[in-house]
């Protein structure tokens, strides 16, 4: 048993990670920013440094899984201060702490670190392709990988970085700001109109999926690893969008189509094959599977018929 504190334990996928690491039998503290009647809860704002630093003064991790942070393209953009603060700064005040009280270190990076590149995205490619990251959310996630390889290099920090692909899932709560699959489902079963990008493809990864993953890194750390946790199947989003519509059995009149969206990169295609190999990543929920359980957990929580 581990003791492992994850910072926005509190998310769509922190909560559920949480929930599966003590399953497992690991003593888990949680850290976010909203009020919670856990009992192994830290409020915390992660851009504040004594925050966290106060949390490590009385209580010693093995591991940390650094989950917190501000998610997204448009609100990157629309709360570019906030964003920056929470993934920029908040980073490398993890890092600062990790330097001083030697724990491990899982950080959740994302796919938007690819950016413009168009072939299948292997773990190798930011560094050894220099793809162009298109928005602010994606290059604060560059900037966060950099920072951790800096610190690994010149301190010895231990840190494995993940990076999720289109996780969704029961658990999402609907913002603007969330998943494409979010926010498909939200707007089809509320039979308001949204917009579908048609030329863009994407990997996607049923949240059970990723959790387990991830908290299978605990017993499996190679310091300096990174990792793509994502499905193996590829889809447009224009079929994502017809599978909602589909399992809902109403039509597309509310929906208008949209060719390319600009800064945002166009295909998602993820390799695998290193959390296979290292981690036992398996993805047993396709999207056919998976939007049926996103969509009847939206209908319970929204009470919708």
Known sequence: MAK????????????????????RGHDVWVADLPWSEREKYFRCDVSKYRQLASIFESHDFEYVYHLAAEFGRK???????TMWGSN??????MLRLQQEHDFRMIFSSSSEVYGDYDDVM?????????PRQLNDYAISKW??????????????????????????GPGEKYSEYRSVVCKFCY???????YHVYENHHRSFTYIGDTVRTLA???????????????GEEYWGIK???????????????KVEYRGTEEHNTLNKRASVEKAKDDLGHEATIDLEKGIPKTIDWMREYYDVE
């Open 4 to 23: 492992i504190l994850v910072t926005g334990g509190l998310g769509a996928v922190g909560a559920p990670l949480v929930e599966e690491l003590e399953l």
């Open 75 to 81: 609100n990157g953009e629309d709360f570019f201060e």
């Open 88 to 93: 920029a700064v908040g980073t490398k005040n």
């Open 122 to 130: 292997e773990e190798s490619v930011p560094l050894e392709k220099g």
């Open 143 to 168: 900037v966060n990988e950099q920072q951790i390889l800096n610190a690994a290099d010149r301190h010895g920090n231990e840190t494995v970085r993940v990076r999720f692909f289109n996780t969704y």
């Open 187 to 193: 707007h089809a079963l509320h039979d308001n109109p």
């Open 216 to 230: 299978n890194i605990v017993d499996s750390f190679e310091p300096g690893e990174v990792y793509n946790i994502a």
């Open 239 to 253: 079929e994502l969008s017809d599978m909602i519509l589909d399992y809902l059995d109403k039509d597309d009149d």
